[in-house]
């Protein structure tokens, strides 16, 4: 069965540290990636996602991830993070399987302390 | 664009008690998505419907939770009876229709918990 694995649980560190959120996926096929990001409080938000073509994808808020598909990997990152930041964030999968629907890592915490 | 309602936000229930979720999903959406959050995991897949059919409901827990989209718009999720690992986020998403490329919008999420 297809899975995507976020290594890290929970991820403290100060403003301005960089950031970088592993996720890996298990699916041979051709795939759409997407990270998702939840506030406290709030419900799940499109970070950025890849389809195609230049795998660096920029999303919102100065955030990044690179598409490897030799590492079956879409790592999430940002040069230096903001207290706002705070959140959890999502990494999921949609394997070009007719009916599929997205799947989802377990999440990473990652707290920013000012 | 209104987003994806869901009510009610929040529902405490005794185990073997029964309870019902609904959503309303943007307008013109034709599929919707039921998922379960676990607290520390990540989302799962309960049920899709593609206007008012069923696409994939193999992850449902089927002797106890049900789901329905009559008409193809909103949807109610239930559950009967209630277990306590059943305490969770339940999110209703929807997209304009099946398959990659299309975004999913979530709703709010009702957050459960059975004791």
């Known amino acids: 069965a297809q899975s995507v694995s976020q290594h890290n649980h929970h991820v403290i560190l100060s403003e301005a540290a960089s950031l970088e959120l592993g996720c890996n996926y298990s699916?041979?096929?051709?795939?759409?990636l997407f990270w998702y990001v939840q506030y406290p409080g709030q419900h799940l938000q499109l970070l950025l996602k890849?389809?195609?073509?230049?795998?660096l994808v920029k999303g919102i808020k100065g955030f990044e991830a690179e598409f490897i598909k030799s590492k079956f990997s879409f790592n999430l990152r940002k040069p230096s993070v903001q207290w706002s930041d705070t959140a959890e964030y999502f990494c999921?999968?949609?394997?070009?399987?007719?009916?599929?629907?997205?799947?989802f890592g377990k999440g990473t915490t990652l707290s920013v302390s000012s | 664009e209104a987003g994806v309602a869901q009510s009610p936000r929040y529902k405490i229930i005794e185990k073997r008690q029964s309870v019902a979720f609904w959503c309303n999903p943007i307008?013109?959406?034709?599929?919707l998505y039921w998922y379960q959050q676990i607290l520390g995991q990540g989302p799962k897949l309960l049920i899709q419907?593609?206007?008012?059919?069923?696409?994939?409901d193999s992850q449902l827990p089927k002797d106890r939770f049900s789901a329905e989209r009559l008409k193809g718009v909103d949807s109610t999720l239930k559950i009967q009876p209630a277990k306590l690992e059943d305490s969770a986020v339940y999110l209703c998403?929807?997209?304009?229709?099946?398959?990659?490329?299309?975004?999913?919008?979530f709703g709010s999420g009702t957050r459960l918990t059975v004791v």
């Open positions: 419907f593609q206007n008012n059919g069923v696409v994939d």
């Open positions: 890849y389809f195609s073509g230049d795998p």
């Open positions: 699916y041979g096929g051709t795939v759409n």
């Open positions: 998403a929807s997209s304009l229709a099946t398959g990659v490329g299309y975004g999913y919008t």
């Open positions: 307008s013109g959406h034709a599929t």
């Open positions: 999921a999968v949609n394997p070009h399987q007719a009916g599929t629907a997205l799947i």
